[in-house]
């Protein structure tokens, strides 16, 4: 069974468009993140939810917008993609007050053209 | 600011070889030290993790060094073999607080 999965694996996509990365864990976690990765393959922590409200909102564009409808999912949109978009995004979760583990989920690369 | 510094950027051992990740911290309230561990086209993955009341860990081939007092910690691979070869990321967090990830070492193990 996979611990976190991310749809889609993939995405290309022009400029200009809005897209959705869906993420979903069945860890029982609380605890939910967004990273991005670039080229220079640095993580960067983006957003972070606990029992579905927003704990770490970095600084990023408003264009990307999260949402958690409940505690096992965490899903990431994107308004008028721009090229420096281009990334893998993950997705990770933890199990806050016990363990500090994070699970990361496979990625999805974004090719923004 | 970047909160925890890794060197080096990339590393080439022989199989066999030691292999030698280094961490510097600038935060003492920091924690937790864990090491993660991401191939190429997956998610980074727990590797192995310290935490300051000691000044090593080791599992199996791999061993954490922590320094306190110089604020530095690394990670050494015994025996490295063609199946580490993978990039390698130091973290860092205060109790209740994010992880802040160090920038990576691509390490290639040559057979």
């Known amino acids: 069974d996979t611990a976190v999965s991310q749809t889609p694996k993939y995405l290309v996509t022009q400029m200009g468009n809005d897209k959705s990365i869906k993420c979903e864990q069945n860890l029982g976690h609380d605890t939910m993140y967004w990273y991005k990765q670039d080229s220079k393959k640095f993580l960067k922590i983006m957003f972070s939810?606990?029992?579905?409200?927003?704990?770490i909102n970095e600084t990023v564009p408003n264009r990307f917008s999260p949402k958690s409808p409940d505690k096992a999912h965490l899903n990431l949109h994107i308004n008028s993609l721009e090229l420096g978009d281009s990334a893998v995004y993950f997705c990770a979760s933890s199990l806050s007050g016990a363990s500090e583990t994070q699970y990361f989920g496979p990625g999805t690369r974004l090719l923004v053209l | 600011q970047q909160q925890v510094k890794q060197s080096p950027q990339s590393l080439i051992v022989q199989k066999g070889g030691i292999s030698i990740i280094n961490c510097a911290y600038e935060?003492?309230?920091?924690?937790?030290f864990p090491w993660y561990q991401q191939f190429p086209g997956k998610g980074p993955a727990l590797l192995i993790a310290?935490?300051?009341?000691?000044s090593e860990k080791k599992e199996g081939r791999f061993t954490i060094s922590f320094n306190k007092s110089a604020k530095q910690f690394s990670l050494h691979i015994m025996d490295s073999q063609p199946g580490d070869s993978a990039t390698y990321f130091c973290?860092?967090?205060?109790?209740?607080?994010?992880?802040?990830f160090g920038e990576g070492t691509q390490l290639t193990v040559n057979p």
């Open positions: 973290a860092a967090r205060k109790h209740g607080s994010r992880l802040t």
């Open positions: 310290i935490r300051p009341d000691v």
């Open positions: 935060n003492t309230a920091f924690d937790y």
């Open positions: 939810y606990n029992n579905k409200e927003l704990i």
